[in-house]
């Protein structure tokens, strides 16, 4: 079952998003407020930080980029409020099952940069990302992760392995990732139609 996060207009009067905002002020780790026995968005968004309008900003060219893939599914890597790196599905263009869209843009981010210089940087991705793609953001070091359609939302539309960011983040205490979902869910959703 799916519950559809209503995204960004909502969140001044979502309780989740005031959950979130306390979160991220407080630094609570997605580990201390994860509850594996809860099903469902709700419980993974109170691990979620909260959005600001640059990182609508940034998703904008993220579901750009997921309109040029194989499959739709953008990423835009930043930091400092620059955009450093960008990838997209190319899964049967290049023969590659890894060529996801977040694999893609981190491996477009090493041909320009160092893996150090992956510290401190935002991922954008349209769709939350899949175990592989989350192993290889929370190997990378990457300090948060925005994401658009929840893996919920997009198993009503394509094959998912059903695990959230949240939860792998939550038992990799090695890296820690702040992590903030349902960022133009509802565009990000529509390229599947
Ligand atoms: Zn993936």
Request: proline share 4%.
């Amino acid at each position: 079952m799916t519950e559809p996060y209503q995204g960004l207009p909502d969140q001044s009067a979502d309780p989740l998003v005031e959950t979130s905002r306390r979160t991220m002020i407080t630094g609570v780790s997605a580990a201390a407020l994860f509850a594996p026995a809860v099903a469902g968005w709700a419980t993974q968004a109170q691990a979620q930080a909260a959005a600001s309008a640059e990182d609508e900003a940034f998703m904008k060219l993220a579901l750009d980029e997921a309109r040029q893939g194989d499959y739709p599914f953008g990423t835009v890597i930043t930091k400092d409020g620059v955009l450093w790196a960008s990838g997209h599905n190319s899964g049967r263009t290049e023969q590659d099952p890894t060529a996801h869209g977040e694999m893609v843009a981190i491996r477009n981010f090493l041909t320009k940069h160092s893996a150090a210089d992956l510290a401190g940087t935002t991922l954008y991705t349209t769709g939350e990302p899949c175990a592989m793609c989350m192993g290889a953001i929370l190997w990378s070091g990457i300090s948060r992760l925005v994401f658009a359609a929840s893996v919920d939302q997009m198993a009503t539309k394509i094959d998912q392995i059903m695990i959230s960011s949240a939860a792998l983040a939550e038992v990799a205490k090695f890296a820690p990732i702040s992590i903030t979902g349902g960022v133009l869910a509802d565009e990000a959703m529509a390229l599947f139609e």
